[in-house]
């Protein structure tokens, strides 16, 4: 497959994936608004702002005590993360990008995934914070994410199980990994900066990773903040933890085949694997679990450079230095 | 729906109607079809052809539009109809033409019997800037320097004329394709009874003509789509037809050339490439022999084409064929290479550069169609009956300054379709660019891209400056 082409379909995984989890994490988010104190709302922003590693808009969250001032404050942090044009990771600009990258790679995915694609893009594209704010922005967040959800689905349904479909799995998933290792060590810095222990803290996290039936089913019902990032992490049977996702990662790696230099790919598999071992142990808890994600968000860095490297953006070789990864068709 | 409020005009001829104000022969079944219909389902129709387009995200960009840089071409949803015998006429003339195109590049860039015969002056190909001197001794597969061509026609009361030959990069193929799904998924009953000849083996036809021009030896060629990228306009019609073909869709920066072959970067190492479509002009084609500083290029291009270790199709050096100042010699080609004459008629062409059209052409200024050569697109025109007097004294002065650069045609009544305009039936002025592929033989597909002029009483159809598309269907007999 054309590398550009390969790039392209990795880079539309990874915008789409970034796209449903704000999403995701902003339904939960705009859901605290109708019932949830101050304290817990604040905590949510510093939470989701942590994860994305952004500062607001207006500068650093401060806590007011006041329902109408967190609200206020809610819908300019959720304008930030939605529709704001000069912020890359909001909603609309990851789908502006994600489709863009499908734009220019059309050629490669079904004619059913553009479509849904398109429309998602365009039903956005208009949007304002406003018209989704004073009908329901849960209800927003929840059918983009949706959305996403569906063009997954036609994904699944339509496309070649070629190299097209791998490298928007391997965008997929390592993007997946990389946010929520950040999600969980944004989630252990703002319990710690909280200070008081909120069982909402920890089930809310849970709703956006569909985990907790299955927590509740493990044990017993009790919040435990280890045992919680010790499920969301290290769990294989739970979708969106991370343990799974490396899982595929390293599945879909191996799918994609050799590269032009197979010392690169090598290094480049290894890297994968190096990510399973780390979710693949028993949760530390504490600072050590704190390190561990820290570790995770690391090796994904690593390996979006590695994957780049090998198979987008490799050195060509000189005709002095051989004909290796040449070959004829 | 009635066509009360449609005008026919003696002048013009009407694709729907004769003089007499009945129907065409073959245009009764859509005549009775759109008599049946209300204004609200005609209407419901063309809003569902338009939303069908901006779902797929059918578009195409408008350069300096900082606002909305992807469009959707306005469609009509009245298919404009001709008969097979009419249609056979057409392609005869469409395949002597290129026929002709093919073996004068062929010449010119060879021994130029053409020039040494005095059929066509020196200088009229010499000096024309798409005339590509590094070109001089290329061997163009199976002779074909032209495989795709977009000939535009438009038709009058005296019958079918070539307006213009387009021989570099035409495009509009896509849109043909995408109007027809649409159209006929919108009128399956009518597109049923008429017997519509099909169109959706293009890209097949296209393939398989790409293929027959590949390297001598590459029995299996890996061919790529090379695009300008995704600002160019034509980049949807660009991705379009790298899915029909099963090309790789690559830019410039894609490509290299080694030892006299040509590379692509996929993800398994370099690969060669055997055949490139090419959708880059010339200029920017190789910066090693056009322009240097082209981006859009792959450096050393040329020279593979010329070991014959890659095919470009087109050509390049083809742009001097479809010269607005060449084009009036068209007819004189097809009796010098093939000793007949010419089936499809030229429009009258006066070229500036000789002093007695350049007095005429100052002349009868309002009467006529100025066009600078080296433009196209609609761009660089004056139409005198619509131009005021301001227009035309500005375009007097660019003809004395600069004679050469410009041809004056007489303005055509080009012939009017019934379109549906604001929920009613309106002739506009159309025109029709069929698409002729060469390969090992010459073929058609029965279609074309129909263009429309969607402003009443407007001649220029161009997509970028107002014009809009419709299905044009070839009946069975």
């Known amino acids: 497959m054309l590398s550009r082409s390969a790039a392209g379909l990795y880079w539309m995984g990874r915008y789409l994936e970034r796209a449903s989890h704000l999403s995701r994490l902003l339904r939960q988010q705009t859901e605290s608004l109708a019932d949830s104190p101050p304290r817990d709302i604040y905590f949510g922003w510093h939470r989701i702002y942590g994860a994305l590693d952004r500062e607001p808009l207006s500068g650093a969250l401060e806590l007011d005590s006041d329902d109408l001032f967190a609200l206020v404050d809610s819908f300019a942090l959720a304008d ?8 890359p990771d909001s909603i609309r ?72 479909w ?8 390592l993007e997946r990994v990389q946010l929520s290792a950040s999600l969980l060590m944004a989630q252990i810095s703002a319990v710690h900066l909280f200070e008081i222990p909120a069982d ?35 769990n294989p049977q739970l979708p969106d933890s991370l343990s799974l996702s490396v899982a595929e990662l390293c599945t879909e790696l191996a799918a994609i085949g050799a590269g032009p230099d197979t010392e690169a790919t090598a290094r480049t598999r290894s890297q994968a694997e190096y990510l399973r071992q780390l979710v693949g142990v028993e949760w530390p808890g504490g600072a050590d679990g704190h390190a561990l994600l820290g570790k995770i968000g690391d090796g994904c860095r690593q390996l979006h450079h590695l994957v780049t490297k090998t198979y987008f953006d490799y050195p060509v070789l000189a005709p002095d230095q051989g004909r290796a990864g040449r070959h004829d068709q | 729906m009635n066509f009360d409020s449609y005008d026919l005009d003696p002048a013009v001829f009407d694709e729907m109607f004769g003089s007499d104000g009945t129907p065409h022969p073959h245009c009764e079944d859509l005549y009775d079809t759109l008599g049946s219909m209300s204004s609200a389902d005609l209407s419901a129709i063309g809003e569902w052809v338009t939303r069908s387009f ?38 005869a003339g469409l395949k002597q033409r290129l026929s002709a195109l093919n073996r004068f590049l062929e010449d010119i860039y060879g021994e130029a019997r053409i020039i040494a015969d005095g059929v066509i002056p020196a200088d009229m190909v010499r000096d024309c800037p798409q005339y590509r001197l590094e070109m001089r001794g290329f061997r163009a597969p199976h002779g074909v320097w032209v495989a795709v061509c977009g000939t535009d026609l438009v038709r009058t009361n ?20 995408a109007i027809r799904k649409a159209t006929k998924s919108a009128h399956r009953l009518l597109y049923r009874l008429s017997r519509v000849r099909d169109i959706e083996n293009y890209g097949l036809i296209l393939a398989r003509t790409l293929r027959e021009l590949a390297p001598e030896g590459r029995s299996d060629p890996a061919m790529a789509l090379l695009t300008p990228g995704i600002y160019n306009s034509a980049f949807y019609e660009h991705m379009f037809l790298a899915r029909q073909i099963g090309a790789d869709l690559v ?18 190492g370099l690969r060669r490439v055997d055949v490139i479509y090419r959708r880059v002009d010339d200029d920017f084609l190789d910066p090693l022999v056009f322009r240097p500083d082209s981006l859009l290029g792959v450096p050393g291009l040329l020279h593979a084409a010329r070991l014959g270790n890659v095919s470009l199709v087109n050509a390049p050096g083809t742009g001097v064929a479809d010269d607005k100042s060449v084009y009036a010699f068209v007819p004189d080609m097809i009796r010098y290479y093939l000793g007949e004459e010419p089936l499809i008629q030229n429009v009258e062409t006066y ?62 009544a080009l012939s009017r379709a019934p379109c549906l305009i604001e929920g009613r039936l309106e002739p506009r002025h159309v025109d029709l660019r069929p698409f002729i592929l060469t390969g090992a033989e010459t073929r058609i597909v029965p279609g074309a891209f129909c263009r429309i002029a969607l402003r009443r009483g407007s001649l220029v159809v161009n997509s970028s400056q107002g014009g809009g598309g419709k299905d044009f269907w070839v009946l069975d007999d």
């Open chain 2, 251 to 268: 830019e410039g920066r894609d490509l290299l050339v080694e030892d006299g072959y040509v590379y692509m970067r996929t993800t398994s």
């Open chain 1, 93 to 164: 600009s990851c789908f502006a990008q994600g489709r863009e990258n499908a734009r220019q790679m059309r050629h490669h995915i079904s004619a059913e995934m553009w479509t849904c694609l398109n429309q998602s893009h365009l039903r956005l594209q208009d949007m304002e914070m406003q018209d989704i704010w004073v009908r329901s922005p849960e209800n927003f967040y929840a059918e983009t994410a949706a959305e996403i959800d569906t063009f997954r689905g036609v994904t699944s349904s339509t496309l070649y199980r070629d190299d097209a």
């Open chain 2, 158 to 177: 005296d019958g079918f004329r070539v307006l213009e030959d387009n021989l570099r990069v035409p495009s509009g193929v896509s849109y043909m394709l």
């Open chain 1, 200 to 234: 909402a803290y920890w089930t809310s996290l849970l709703r956006h990773y569909y985990a907790f039936e299955a927590y509740n089913r493990a044990s017993s019902a009790a919040i435990d903040p280890d045992r919680v990032l010790g499920l969301l992490v290290t």
């Open chain 2, 54 to 91: 901006t779902n797929e995200g059918i578009t195409f960009t408008v350069y300096g539009d900082d606002e909305e840089t992807e469009r959707i071409i306005p469609i009509d949803s009245v298919p404009r109809v001709m008969s097979a015998t009419e249609w056979g006429d057409l392609t």
């Open chain 2, 351 to 412: 070229l500036c550069r000789r002093p007695e059209d350049l007095e005429y052409t100052l002349d009868n200024l309002e009467r006529l169609v100025v066009k600078r050569v080296g433009e196209s697109g609609g761009y660089g025109m004056l139409i005198g009956p619509h131009s005021t007097a301001e227009e035309r004294n500005e375009f007097a002065a660019l003809l004395r300054a600069d004679p050469a650069d410009y041809i004056s045609q007489p303005t055509l």
């Open chain 1, 166 to 173: 791998h490298f928007v799995q391997l965008g997929n998933y």
């Open chain 1, 80 to 87: 930030d993360l939605t529709f704001e044009p000069t912020n």
